[in-house]
T-cell receptor, first 111, second 110 residues
Framework: NAGVMQNPRHLVRRRGQEARLRCSPMKGHSHVYWYRQLPEEGLKFMVYLQKENIIDESGMPKERFSAEFPKEGPSILRIQQVVRGDSAAYFC?????????FGPGTRLLVL | GIQVEQSPPDLILQEGANSTLRCNFS?????LQWFHQNPWGQLINLFY???GTKQNGRLSATTVATERYSLLYISSSQTTDSGVYFC????????????FGTGTRLTIIP
């Protein structure tokens, strides 16, 4: 039973480019959460999605960030016009009930 | 929102020693999880423990929900236990978004 998969594991972008991060939840899990971890800090909640619905996006920056979890395919976190401050590790977690299982993360570096 | 504090922030121990990590939270919770972030950055589930006591090998955890704290015990530490330990809580049924503490960085010296 494969765990949560994220790709790419590492992503380098120049300022102004777009970053697309993908998350495939564990089989049978319909809840996806995205978290961001800045260097030397804890994880911060960004967005909670169920299939085709955004349930809570209270942690998402108001501009440039968007997320989706389509009926088919992985969840996508999209960052437009990246800036250096977006450099961080982005983790996805999935759950079916209370326990959240985390993927390996995508490390985004903005040059 | 709910506040989560972990102590100590850093802990350096000799291999074989025991340790206790603490997590205090500011409101009632319906979800509490302990994670180990290893030196490669991976987050590993240790316990789902909103209340009560659980044990898994050399690790055990206790949450006293009425007093709003949880403890993680590590016995007979090994170098592979090094990393950052996070406590994370959720306080809303139906929305399990986790609020993380700032972590305890554990270093085990051979």
């Amino acid at each position: 039973n494969a765990g949560v998969m994220q790709n790419p594991r590492h992503l380098v972008r120049r300022r102004g480019q777009e970053a697309r991060l993908r998350c495939s939840p564990m089989k049978g899990h319909s809840h996806v959460y995205w978290y961001r971890q800045l260097p030397e800090e804890g994880l911060k909640f960004m967005v909670y999605l169920q299939k085709e619905n955004i349930i809570d996006e209270s942690g998402m920056p108001k501009e440039r960030f968007s997320a989706e979890f389509p009926k088919e395919g992985p969840s996508i976190l999209r960052i437009q016009q990246v800036v250096r401050g977006d450099s961080a590790a982005y983790f996805c977690a999935s759950s079916i009930q209370e326990t959240q299982y985390f993927g390996p993360g995508t490390r985004l570096l903005v040059l | 929102g709910i506040q989560v504090e972990q102590s100590p922030p850093d802990l350096i121990l000799q291999e074989g020693a025991n340790s206790t990590l603490r997590c205090n939270f500011s409101d009632s919770v319906n979800n509490l999880q302990w994670f180990h972030q290893n030196p490669w950055g991976q987050l590993i589930n240790l316990f789902y423990i909103p209340s009560g006591t659980k044990q898994n090998g050399r690790l055990s955890a206790t949450t006293v929900a009425t007093e709003r704290y949880s403890l993680l015990y590590i016995s007979s530490s090994q170098t592979t236990d090094s990393g950052v330990y996070f406590c994370a809580v959720a306080s809303n049924f139906g929305n399990e978004k986790l609020t993380f503490g700032t972590g305890t960085r554990l270093t085990i010296i051979p």
